[in-house]
């Protein structure tokens, strides 16, 4: 999650956002902080520990909120933290 947190504040412009623990899923409220504009996700444990769908989910979280801001979507490029793997590089990290 330290990964995450950095790629979100490394945005142009940088997005806030807050976790909470609900039973066994996790919740992600990912916030605009030049807008009132915020969009949250709920993740399982499972989608966690999947690295390659963790990262899709969020991206999709980060363009919806962009939306609500007037920026432009991002891409894999903008948000690849360091331990999701390159698109063709092998198997998810989180795998065994």
Not at 24 to 35: G, K, Y
Not at 45 to 68: G, M, P
């Amino acid at each position: 999650m330290q990964a995450l947190r950095s790629q979100l504040a490394a945005l142009d412009p940088p997005i806030k956002h807050e976790l909470e623990s609900q039973g066994d899923n996790l919740v992600i409220t990912l916030i605009d902080p030049a807008r009132p504009a915020r969009v949250s996700r709920t993740l399982s444990q499972a989608l966690v520990r999947n690295t390659s769908l963790l990262y899709e989910v969020i991206r999709d979280a980060v363009n919806q909120l962009r939306a609500l801001g007037s920026h432009a979507a991002i891409t894999d490029q903008d948000i690849y933290p360091d331990d999701r793997p390159r698109p063709g590089s092998g198997a998810d990290p989180g795998e065994t």
